[in-house]
């Protein structure tokens, strides 16, 4: 499994619905468990949100430290309801060269919602803005403000990987199948989220679309470093312009659910362990959880198996 730095978000705490997925409890910590532990958990600083364990390190210490955060094979950024300044700092500041530095470097971060920043604010110009106050980004037209969205998101299945989520997503979900008994499309796959939101106006060619809703992206993917061939790139991020875990409004998400402290949502959730099904959005996360530790490659076609083991 690998190492991750999963940080708290007050409107989706994604690292909530970890337990569905089968991760035991015991494997959730803090910074100063390491590697003792699969799943460190930094407090977003953000919102009052409180995550359920002791000692957790504020998420701006992970963010402004390229030692730390490469300790980590993934980070999952939740979103904070905000652009949060007081955790990652503004337009130009050193924390988003850090988290890009990362990616180049062979990191993988899974974002939602306000976590868009970590590309809009790139200083890299084939993923970020080129100047504060502009949309205009490396990898297509952020807005930013999160703009409410329309659920549900149609799945792209244009393209392999696009498809497998479909195909996937409908034997997890027989009762609402996205893709026909054959394997191909049927008709527009969609997948409802908590909410949807309007961040990303429309992406070029450097990243994969994978979801939209209402003709807007809600789902990409973008390979690092951007704009150079796939067989040189090493890190990726995985973008949901959406909510998949509100954790801090009571959400029914957590029915048959108990954390270390007996509650769960605003009042903590880690660790947690859970019984009752995963939905068609934190399945979706499920998907890109397990496809963001996977080899990086050319999207537009179809997996290839890793390279044999060497004797």
């Not at 924390?95 to 890009?100: G, I, L």
Request: negative net charge; hydrophobic residues 30%.
């Amino acid at each position: 499994m690998p190492h991750i730095a999963l940080t708290t978000g007050e409107c989706d705490s994604m690292g909530c619905m970890l337990g569905k997925l089968g991760i035991d409890p015991t494997e959730f910590g803090v910074q100063s468990d390491g590697y003792k532990k699969a799943i460190n958990v930094y407090s977003s600083g953000s919102g009052g949100f409180s995550d359920g364990l002791s000692n957790t390190t504020p998420a701006t210490t992970l963010w402004s430290s390229s030692t730390l955060l490469q300790t980590y094979d993934m980070g999952i950024f939740s979103c904070e309801c905000s652009e949060a300044p007081d955790t990652k700092g503004t337009y130009g500041g050193p924390n988003f060269q850090t988290v890009t530095d990362y990616l180049d470097q062979g990191g993988r971060i899974f974002t939602t919602d306000f976590q868009y920043t970590w590309y809009k604010y790139s200083p890299d110009p084939q993923l970020g803005a080129a100047s504060a106050g502009t949309n205009t980004t490396g990898i297509g037209d952020i807005a930013g403000g999160a703009p409410n969205g329309n659920n549900p998101m149609a799945l792209n299945t244009a393209f392999p990987k696009g498809l497998a989520l479909a195909q996937w997503l409908t034997a997890v979900f027989p009762a609402n199948p996205l893709v026909s008994p054959d394997g191909g499309p049927l008709g527009t796959a969609d997948v409802s989220c908590d909410s949807i939101w309007d961040n990303i106006q429309s992406l070029n060619s450097k990243p994969q679309l994978w979801a939209t809703a209402d003709s807007t992206p809600h789902v990409f993917t973008v390979n690092t470093p951007v704009g150079i061939d796939a067989g040189s790139q090493c890190g990726k991020g995985v973008h949901l312009d959406a909510h998949i875990t509100e954790a801090s409004q009571g959400s029914a998400d957590f029915v048959g659910c108990n954390s270390g402290s007996g509650t769960v949502g605003s009042a903590g959730c880690y660790p947690l362990t859970c019984t009752n099904p995963l939905k068609e959005d934190e399945a979706m996360f499920a998907f890109f959880f397990f496809d963001l530790a996977s080899c990086i490659q050319n999207e537009s076609v179809p997996p290839a198996p890793p390279p044999p083991a060497p004797r």
